[in-house]
């Protein structure tokens, strides 16, 4: 199933004609493994947990029948906070990640230097993509409890937690607005400066170009950034297992628990349940995404 | 986590492309006092911010309070227990997810590319699919259909199947979810790279010159394919080396889950190995931005950014 393999299924020595007819089927074939893998290892796993979701075994009987129930749990008590509270922090560290990810494009993208804007868009990749274990430690080493910055700084005495809700959105936020400056950057280059000129050759004030035009232009790749930003933060999990352990209700933590065996037994049906709503409302925020980054990109041309 | 590699993939070398370009931006800005202040005040906030954890993180780790410097955290590394084993996993681990997810998608782009245009939205769909199931989804749904082994196929051959892939020594079903996750920045890096080749014409002219179909794919188009074939690969180590999720919830010990398993006992060597590994991801998003650097990758840029936009 290599390269090789797949993708020559020479249409022989045939004649031009029939070389063409028979090009179709053939080609097909060569993304058949591509298909058929997809369908097998993402393909039941999803349907494993769509199943497992609305339906319940009987222990006793083995007898498999419809239910609401897991999903009407992962919706109430400790599961409805989880979920609340990582709505609540994906959209708090989205919020400010986003405004001080577009305050930070503009600075750079303004400045008219080629040198700081390719430097801060390589740091902003390779921040982006320092997620996960390794910054909740960095993070531990400088703002926990023995941590660098803390003890310098005193900031335990000033009531300052990392192993909490405002914890969590200064870490989220160090891999959150680089994002933010990475996908709002070509949007800001798109702002073309004759339509400021033209604004301000018509007499418009800086407020007034904002608001009548760059904003405007803006306000889908904005969007799009948001809810880019929203759907990184609710989905992650490492950085939050590495920092906070349960002490913040996340959905994603809930499950790992669920999973991992330290409730009671029969969670793993509302593991399910709960990793359906993430889908579905990951799949909400892509289906907001798409469309907007879209219609942004008439603007980028 | 999933959502933000492929941006920065696209966007570097794009970034790069773009900084030989003479910025548009006129004297317009410039010219008034009070932005460039703002501006500056606001790049070194950031600065600030994102810098002091890397340093704050450096100095704890050779800073030992009551007995002055120390690199002990980093000498010890070699000689630590699990050490070896768990890099050694994960970067085997890595290497077979590289080459699953290109083998699987370069037969696949190219063949929609020339014969089935029609395959395409399909084609498309299905690697970008994973990006709407979170990991830790998608971990609830293999426990499940792992659980299935023991408890309806134990006496099928499939039993046999179900536990080798979960061999302690090479789990294979990582492999799988690695390659699901990774799917979706495969695709947008090798989509971009097809999108810079006209391999159409390419395949009717070595074609038309007698070469085999096997010469085309190996001699004529993987040559054209290179930078984004080595951003696929780095963009998927840099996955396999982070991941924590799938693997600690399936109970296997890669790279992260070690790095988490020791900071109880050893914080500071495992905020030693997490300086480490933040280093070595930023060596390999330089040198894939480099990548993206070579011309024919770079003329291909402003196309990758609009339409993966898209």
Redesign the interface.
């Known amino acids: ?4 393999s ?5 249409p022989g020595t045939a004649g031009g004609a029939s070389r063409r007819r028979r ?2 089927p ?6 058949l ?3 058929a ?2 369908g097998l ?2 393909g ?6 769509a199943f ?1 979701a609305v339906t319940r075994t009987d222990p006793a009987t083995g007898a498999t029948a419809l239910t609401g129930e897991h999903l009407a749990r992962s919706l109430q008590g400790p599961y409805l906070g989880s979920l609340v509270g990582s709505v609540q922090l994906s959209a708090l560290t989205a919020l400010i990640g986003g405004v ?1 990810g577009v ?2 494009a503009q ?9 700081l ?2 430097a801060a ?15 909740a ?7 926990g409890i023995s ?3 803390t003890q310098l700084a005193d900031l335990g005495s000033l009531g300052w937690n990392l192993y909490s809700f405002t914890g969590l959105t200064v870490v989220y936020l ?2 959150l ?3 933010m400056v ?2 709002i ?2 949007a800001l ?1 798109g702002l ?2 004759q339509w ?2 033209a604004a ?1 050759s018509s007499g418009a004030t800086t407020g007034q170009f904002w608001r009548h035009v760059g904003l405007p232009v803006l306000a889908p790749s904005l969007l799009g950034g948001f809810v ?1 930003l929203f ?2 933060a ?5 950085t939050a ?2 920092l906070v352990g349960g002490s913040v209700p996340l959905v ?1 933590l809930k ?2 628990d669920a ?2 065996g330290n409730v009671l037994t029969g969670q ?1 049906n509302v ?2 349940a ?3 709503d ?2 579905l409302i ?2 909400l925020v ?1 289906a907001v995404y ?1 469309p907007l ?2 219609r ?2 008439r603007w ?2 | ?5 492929p ?3 696209r ?2 070398p ?3 492309a ?9 004297g ?3 010219a008034r006092r009070r ?1 460039r202040v ?2 500056g005040a ?2 070194a906030l ?1 600065g600030a ?2 810098l ?3 340093l ?2 450096f ?3 050779v ?1 030992v309070p009551g007995q002055g410097i120390s690199f002990e955290a980093y000498t010890g590394l070699l000689a630590a227990d699990g050490f070896t084993e768990s890099l050694l996993l994960s970067l085997g681990l890595a290497a077979a997810t590289i080459a699953l997810s ?7 782009l ?3 590319r ?3 245009p029609r ?1 395409r939205p ?2 498309e769909v ?2 970008m ?17 792992l659980r299935w082994g023991p408890e309806h196929l134990s006496r099928t051959p499939l039993y046999q199947t179900f536990l080798a892939v979960q061999n302690e020594s090479f789990p294979v079903v990582l492999v ?2 690695y ?2 996750l990774a ?1 979706p920045f495969v695709y947008r890096s090798l989509d971009a790279g097809l999108r810079a080749v006209d391999v159409p014409t390419l395949v009717e002219a070595a074609r038309s010159c007698g070469a ?3 010469y ?3 001699r004529v188009l ?1 040559p054209n394919l290179r930078a984004s074939l080595a951003g696929a690969a780095f963009l998927t180590l ?1 996955l396999v080396l ?4 799938i693997a ?2 399936l109970g296997f010990q890669p790279f ?1 889950v070690w ?2 398993s020791i ?1 109880g006992a050893q ?1 500071r060597m ?2 030693a ?3 480490l ?2 280093l070595i ?2 060596l390999l ?2 040198a894939l ?1 480099r990548a993206g650097t070579v011309p024919s990758t770079a003329a291909a840029a402003p196309a990758t ?3 993966k ?2």
């Open positions: 199933m290599s390269a090789t797949t993708a020559p299924h020479p090009r179709g053939r080609t097909w074939l060569a993304a493994p591509l298909l893998f997809t290892c993402f039941i796993p999803l349907g494993a947990i497992g001080l305050i930070i600075a750079v993208v303004t400045s008219g230097s080629a040198g804007r390719g868009l390589t740091a902003s990749g390779v921040l982006a993509n320092f997620g996960g274990v390794p910054l430690f960095a993070f531990i080493a400088t703002a941590g660098v910055v160090y891999f607005t680089p994002l990475l996908v950057a070509p280059d073309r400066p400021r000129e301000q880019l759907g990184t609710f989905a992650a999990h490492a297992a590495a994603t499950i790992a999973l991992s793993e593991a399910l709960l990793g359906l993430m889908i990951a799949g892509m798409l980054q879209r942004s990109a980028l041309r | 986590m999933a959502a933000m590699t941006t920065a993939a966007t570097t794009e970034a790069a773009g900084a030989p370009v003479p910025a548009p931006r006129p317009a800005f410039r932005p703002w501006r606001v790049l950031a911010y994102f002091v954890p890397l704050a993180s100095v704890f780790t800073h290109l083998v699987l998608a370069v037969p696949a190219v063949a929609v020339i014969g089935s395959l399909v084609v299905m690697c699919l994973p990006l709407v199931v979170p990991p830790i989804a998608l971990v609830t749904g293999i426990t499940t259909v799988l979810a390659t699901v799917l085999s179909w096997p085309v794919v190996l993987l840099a982070g991941e924590f999720t600690s919830l992260a790095i988490v900071s914080a495992s905020v190995v997490s300086v590994s933040l991801t930023w998003l330089l931005s950014t609009s339409r936009e898209s």
